[in-house]
């Protein structure tokens, strides 16, 4: 593996992520109708969030990579355009990065959305959150980081757990019951704010049978 792979990851990031990636225990994915793991955190505000979530209608769960990717913060700066649609459909978001406070004030301080760090991964290890060397590996993530940078203004000097995290969404009713779920297989590979309103609005008739597959390239 070549130097240039780790550009932009911090000093740890060899031993924490990408060595350490096939020795970590896996964990289950969560499928629809499963229970979510019990989650008591707070936001980088200090705001108390908390799974099961009785006062809310469907809390959708985003696991980021790392504070700074530059394909994490254009998708939540498109989501924050539509952030209306998205309360007037009932649905909470808590995105979860694996950075630590510091960094993530750094970008996702003005996010209209319950935002977490996680630089422990404690909270990925209980969903089935992975990663792969393959994240990157694909178009749409060079084509989208870029216009994230260019959207944000910014561009990260710093990896937290390294560039190799995979996204994951999962969608949950306040007892904690499992909707949807989506592991993404390349680090822009998330649900679409449509793709959540369409799964949203079919929760009231039945849960879906399956880890819902959208048509993606």
């Keep these: 593996m070549s130097d240039a792979w780790f550009i932009g990851c911090d000093a740890d990031c060899r031993d ?24 008591s955190t707070t936001t980088i505000d200090g705001k108390a969030v908390s799974i099961p979530a009785p006062g809310a209608r469907y809390i959708h769960l985003q696991f980021r990579r790392f504070a700074g990717c530059p394909v994490c913060n254009f998708h939540l700066h498109i989501m924050r355009k539509r952030q209306s649609e998205i309360e007037a ?6 995105v979860f990065f694996h950075s630590s406070r510091e960094e993530m004030l750094k970008y996702q301080a003005q996010l ?3 935002c977490v760090a996680d630089p422990g991964k404690k909270i990925y290890r209980q969903f089935g959150v992975e990663t792969s060397l393959l994240s990157i590996l694909h178009p749409a993530v060079f084509w989208n980081g ?3 940078i260019l959207a944000t203004g910014k561009f990260y000097k710093k990896a937290e757990n390294g560039i190799t995290g995979l996204p994951a969404d ?14 993404g297989r390349h ?4 649900w679409s704010v449509d793709e959540l309103l369409e ?7 039945a849960p879906p049978s399956g880890d819902l597959e959208f048509d993606r390239e």
Excluded at 187 to 190: F, K, L, M, P, V
């Design 16 to 39: 924490n992520a990408q060595f350490k990636e096939g020795k970590e225990k896996k964990q289950m994915r969560l499928v629809p109708g499963s229970t979510a793991p019990t989650i």
């Design 89 to 94: 459909a009932g649905i909470r978001e808590i």
């Design 112 to 114: 209209p959305f319950d």
């Design 146 to 148: 870029l216009r994230g």
């Design 170 to 183: 999962v969608l949950v009713g306040p007892d904690g019951t499992v909707i949807a779920a989506h592991y």
């Design 187 to 190: 680090a822009d590979d998330h």
């Design 199 to 205: 799964l949203a609005s079919h929760a009231s008739i």
